[in-house]
Structures are given as structure tokens and as C-alpha cells.
């Protein structure tokens, strides 16, 4: 099922999704215990730039952070249009409810 896209241009480039659909990126079926939920956060960035890189979106340099529902996405891009495609594809994952995208044009 496709993601119906509520965003919204903000300062800074934040983007704003509806988090509980979209693209099932993260496991949820594993069930893994963590004691320090920050611990989970390369996790599920590495889950969203395997994503990424699945998609075949031009970048680079490309750094994926998150903390809960927010990604911030930094590093270089050839055209904004390349910018707005890794937003958008990130922003289509389900749990993920802010993007914040600060990629350059190189």
C-alpha cells in the first residue's frame, strides 16, 4: 500500500508524513530487547539507507540520522530534484513522520 503524502515545506527543509503507513522498511516481526532505546537509532538508519541504495537514488556522501519518528538526511546532491527524491522516499517508510533534509547541490 502506497503512502498518501501529507507533507509540508518548513524551515530548514522538515517535512512532515503520516508515520503509520507506508512502506515496511523497519522488522517489527523481530522481537529484539533493547535496554537503551537510542541504541536502536543505527538500526534503523542503516534499514533506511539499505532502502535507499534499493531504489537506486543518485547521492552522495549521504549521512542518515534518526531519533524516534524524525530522519535528518545530510550530504551532497547533484540537482534539488535528487534531494526531494531521497526525502520522499524516506518520508514513505512506515514509523517515519518528520524528515529533515539538509543536502547540498554539488
Not at 27 to 56: C, D, F, Q, W, Y
Amino acid at each position: 500500500m502506497q503512502k498518501i503524502i501529507n507533507y509540508k515545506f518548513k524551515a530548514m527543509g522538515l517535512l512532515s508524513f503520516i508515520k503509520g503507513v507506508g512502506i515496511k522498511v523497519f522488522n517489527k516481526n523481530e522481537t529484539i530487547e533493547i535496554v537503551h532505546p537510542e541504541a536502536a537509532e543505527p538500526l534503523r538508519a542503516g534499514a533506511l539507507m539499505a532502502h535507499v541504495k534499493s531504489l537506486g537514488l543518485s547521492y552522495h556522501n549521504l549521512t542518515i540520522k534518526t531519533s524516534n519518528e524524525t530522519v535528518t538526511l545530510e550530504g551532497e546532491v547533484a540537482k534539488q530534484e535528487d534531494s526531494e527524491k531521497l526525502a520522499l522516499a524516506i518520508g514513505n517508510v512506515e514509523g517515519v513522520e518528520l524528515v529533515e533534509c539538509s543536502c547540498l547541490n554539488s
